[in-house]
């Protein structure tokens, strides 16, 4: 209550600093663990290990070089961000919670939403900048050894990390403000990953067989999976005519351009994690937090 006696402007200057004072403390308590720099390195160090494993001087599709070399990055990160991202997150205000740490940050001059959206930010700082710097020390290594440097592939595949990192963040924060326990939290994040993972092609075609659906349908009803949507996205730059993908191409490449498709890979999964987001935000704000 004495905290609503504060005059509006001053109000707001105490809520941006609280926002970036929960940003800055997150930020630093993440780059003291351990998990962030195992994390990164593990990254860093897969580059490493395409690049001496010789996969730049193999040909596939008419890929060669560095181009070759990110399409197998990105379809490694379509398995392991995810689950990395949501089992990580999905702690972050239950986990506050159980800790008696929202007690504290309660008694401070910082709003609930400051303390979320603070906490959104760093996860999402934390998380992806780690995957562009080995994406980009890629690119300075391929410089180095006068390799051909694929400019498109390397901008839509920044912008295809960033969305579902952003997409599974949402998530994240969204299950972790409705659990009531870390446990909870974790069980509901990999069932999620599980069925996400499995509806990217073995339950559609099951589907398709089993109830003799429409092909157009259950795949229209496949591409609302962000990891599908994903997954097509860094194909389409990589097979321009999805060929990988047998007859659920035509179906793709039909009904939109290769182009439109390309905006829809990045734009859909960042407002999806948006929109998870801002409805784990107004629960937070909304309900019983201690």
Request: aromatic share 16%.
């Amino acid at each position: 209550m004495l905290f609503g006696l504060i005059p509006k402007k001053q109000r707001r200057r105490i809520m941006s600093k609280g926002f970036k004072s929960i940003l800055v403390l997150d930020l630093n308590q993440s780059l003291r663990s351990k998990g962030f720099w195992i994390y990164s390195i593990l990254f860093g160090g897969f580059v490493a290990f395409m690049f001496v494993s010789g996969i730049t001087e193999t040909q596939i599709i008419g890929f060669v070089g560095l181009g070759r070399l990110m399409v197998t990055f990105m379809q490694v990160c379509m398995v392991i961000i995810p689950i990395y991202v949501l089992i990580t997150v999905v702690r972050s205000i239950v986990g506050d919670k159980e800790s008696n740490v929202m007690e504290y940050m309660l008694s401070l001059p910082v709003s609930l939403s400051n303390f979320y959206w603070g906490k959104f930010i760093a996860k999402f700082i934390v998380i992806y900048i780690p995957l562009f710097v080995s994406l980009f020390a890629a690119v300075i290594w391929g410089t180095i050894t006068s390799l051909d440097i694929p400019w498109d592939m390397f901008a839509l595949y920044s912008f295809l990390l960033a969305a579902m990192v952003f997409c599974f963040l949402g998530i994240g924060m969204f299950i972790s403000v409705y659990a009531r326990s870390q446990e909870m939290a974790v069980s509901s994040a990999f069932v999620l990953w599980l069925l996400l993972v499995a509806f990217i092609d073995l339950l559609l075609m099951g589907m398709m067989l089993k109830f003799r659906m429409n092909p157009s349908l259950v795949i229209g009803l496949g591409m609302l999976n962000p990891l599908q949507v994903f997954r097509v996205g860094v194909l389409v730059l990589f097979d321009p005519k999805l060929t990988v993908m047998g007859p659920a191409a035509y179906f793709v490449l039909d009904t939109v351009s290769r182009g439109v498709f390309i905006v829809f890979s990045v734009v859909y999964p960042a407002l999806l994690g948006f929109l998870f987001g801002w409805l784990g935000n107004r629960r937070f704000n909304r309900k019983d937090i201690i």
